[in-house]
């Protein structure tokens, strides 16, 4: 009677894999190199069975089993990480640098103990307590005043370790069953308390700033205002990329000048005729290079200041062969985007730090010396145009934003088979921006040669 009550083991065996049932959960054994692994399935037998013959199969062929990771340490994952954007998927060196940025906070964080910490090993909870210890300075910069992260930094930084342990579990360095440690981290459950407030100007303010603004800096913010632009687009303007004439600016890019449009995705924005009336005394008569050139550049020093796209892309490449030629390695695309941002200043070109400059300059002449981001514009033009009911695909087309990160995505296949006409895109802009005319007044003025 007393071995009627045993309980009987269910147990088989396929090949070298045996698998059993334990507390009620199914498990397999084996040994691979000499080391045994004992693994939990799940509930069901037959799955049990399939993942015995599969590993089994495994074994055979001596290829990584199915429960087989290999362990990292983070400074080894985060390299493998940046070298699969650089080489694999190829995105663009700014993304990059966001991404060795964000990551290591978690590399330095590993290298607090005696020892280097792996993967695996993370405990979330005390990297998040470390990430919200620091200290930083604002924009990255040494020497500023140093402040803890931001909500939305901390959550940038999250997210960016998530998708780096995503691509982790995908090469095997993680246990197998194993959560990645930051999966739950998204925009809806990460609490924002602390963001910087975006400031939006208005029509009082806006003018303000372009009575104060110089002969320089007035043309720049201006199409910054009136385009929606991004910083980066407005200082790679070329004059080709200027119709003048039909009212339109062609935002493309640059890949041989070692630039390009965030979303990769060229478009056309028209032009108010007051803005156009600006842009035309800026050019002048060049017929080519940056429509907006350094207040200090000499043309007569610069052996590509009257070079077209054509010639800029050309002195490029002759100058990354000419590097290459003497080095034992081919260059690196941060080497060639070295020599492309040399040739794109010697023809004249801004950088984006001096317009962010040149805004703090004046928004602290505002008496607003908190407002430092440029980018005030785009938020600016995009609320104007919400303001003035533009229709939500044409505000998407010109600000180059897809459907989904716009927020349109709700019209579907719609925005698939909507395509709006030039002509009712520019007449919608024009009116939405004739909501504010008194800048427009004073870059009429401006553009007769008057100041503001």
């Known amino acids: 009677m007393g071995n009627s009550r045993k309980r009987k083991t269910r147990r088989g065996r396929i090949g070298k894999v045996s698998y059993f049932v334990h507390h009620g959960a199914w498990y397999v054994y084996y040994r691979e190199h000499g080391v045994p692994i004992r693994r939990r399935v799940g509930e069901d037998q037959q799955a049990a069975k ?21 362990p990292i340490e983070i400074p080894e994952l985060q390299q493998s990480f940046l070298d699969h954007h650089e080489h694999v998927l190829r995105s663009s060196l700014a993304t990059i640098t966001r991404y060795r940025t964000a990551t290591q906070h978690l590399v330095n964080f590993s290298q607090q103990g005696q020892r280097r910490l792996l993967a695996h090993e993370l405990d979330f909870d005390t990297f998040v307590r470390y990430l ?23 959550r940038y930084i999250l997210e960016t370790c998530r998708s780096m342990y995503g691509y982790a579990a995908r090469k095997r360095h993680l246990p197998p069953y194993g959560d990645n440690p930051f999966e739950g981290i998204g925009r809806k459950r990460f609490r924002i308390e602390d963001a910087k407030r975006i400031f939006v100007f208005d029509r009082q303010t806006e003018l303000k700033f372009f009575q104060e603004a110089d002969p320089w800096a007035f043309p720049v913010f201006l199409t910054l205002a009136k385009t929606g632009l991004r910083v980066g687009e407005v200082v790679h303007l070329l004059v080709e990329d200027v119709d003048l004439d039909g009212g339109w600016l062609q935002i493309r890019n640059k890949v ?73 390695e081919p260059l690196t695309r941060e080497q060639v985007a070295a020599i492309s941002r040399r040739v794109w200043r010697e023809a004249g070109g801004l950088r984006n730090n001096l317009v962010r400059l040149a ?37 998407q087309i010109v600000l180059g934003h897809s459907p989904s990160t716009y927020g349109v995505g709700a019209l579907g296949m719609t925005t698939r088979y909507s395509h709006p006409r030039p002509e009712t895109i520019k007449s919608e802009i024009v009116r939405a921006l004739r909501l504010w005319p008194e800048v427009l007044d004073v870059a009429r003025h401006w553009s007769q040669g008057g100041v503001p």
Not at 132 to 154: E, F, I, M, Q
Not at 289 to 311: L, M
Request: proline residues 5%.
């Open 132 to 154: 919200r210890s620091l200290r930083v300075g604002a924009n990255g910069h040494v020497n500023t005043r140093r402040r803890p992260l931001r909500d939305k930094g901390v």
């Open 256 to 328: 041989e000048l070692g630039w390009r449009i965030k979303t990769g995705q060229d478009r056309s924005i028209p032009l108010v005729d007051e803005l156009a009336l600006v842009l035309r005394r800026v050019i002048g008569t060049r017929q080519v290079g940056p429509v907006f050139r350094r207040a200090r550049f000499a043309p007569e020093s610069s052996i590509v200041a009257a070079a077209d796209f054509d010639e800029l892309a050309a002195e490029v490449q002759q100058r990354a062969e000419a590097a290459e030629s003497q080095s034992a």
């Open 359 to 395: 805004y703090v300059k004046i928004m602290q002449a505002l008496n607003r010396p908190q407002d430092t981001c440029p980018k005030s514009w785009r938020h600016t033009f995009a609320t104007l145009l919400q303001e003035a009911n533009v229709d939500p695909l044409i505000r």
């Open 50 to 70: 399939r993942a015995a013959a599969q590993i089994n199969a495994q074994l055979a062929t001596a290829a990584p089993t199915l429960f087989a990771f290999e």
